[in-house]
């Protein structure tokens, strides 16, 4: 039995507890149109009495309110704070989400809004390698 083989095996082994073969990484600059506070993708909230208890759990939920949904039935949601003209109003002490996003690496399916200034990067698992 080969060193090779027994790398391959472990390296067969590892992939099955890699939740996803793509990372993902953005690049750009935001050109402050505010879309990402006025779309945004809940990732899995489907009604309202999910939000309701997302806002219970997490508090700087209440700030959102549902809009629409989207081709996989995720709720759509979008910011109280965010003025008529795409800004925040409540900039100062928005909150550490806010503040984080885009984030540099996303490790499952991502997607900036339409028109956004950022880009999303797809690294294959290979690139890893
Ligand atoms: S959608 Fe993109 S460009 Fe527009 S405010 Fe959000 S991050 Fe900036
Ligand atoms: S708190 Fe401000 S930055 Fe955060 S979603 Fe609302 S408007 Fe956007």
Known sequence: MSFDFIKSCFYEFLSYFVPQKINYKIE????????????I??????NNTELKFMQFILPHYKRFFITGKDE???????CK???DDG??????????????????????????IEGCGFKVIKKEFKDYL
Do not use: W
């Not at 050109?31 to 006025?38: I, M």
């Not at 996989?72 to 979008?78: A, F, H, P, Q, R």
């Not at 925040?88 to 499952?108: E, L, M």
């Open 28 to 39: 750009g600059k935001c050109l402050k149109c505010g879309e990402c506070c006025r779309q």
């Open 41 to 46: 993708r809940s990732r899995g909230l489907k």
């Open 72 to 78: 996989e039935d995720n709720l759509i949601l979008s």
């Open 81 to 83: 704070f965010l003025t």
């Open 87 to 112: 800004k925040c109003s409540v900039y100062n002490s928005r909150p550490q989400v806010c503040r984080n996003y885009p984030a540099k690496h996303i490790p499952y399916n991502a997607e900036m």
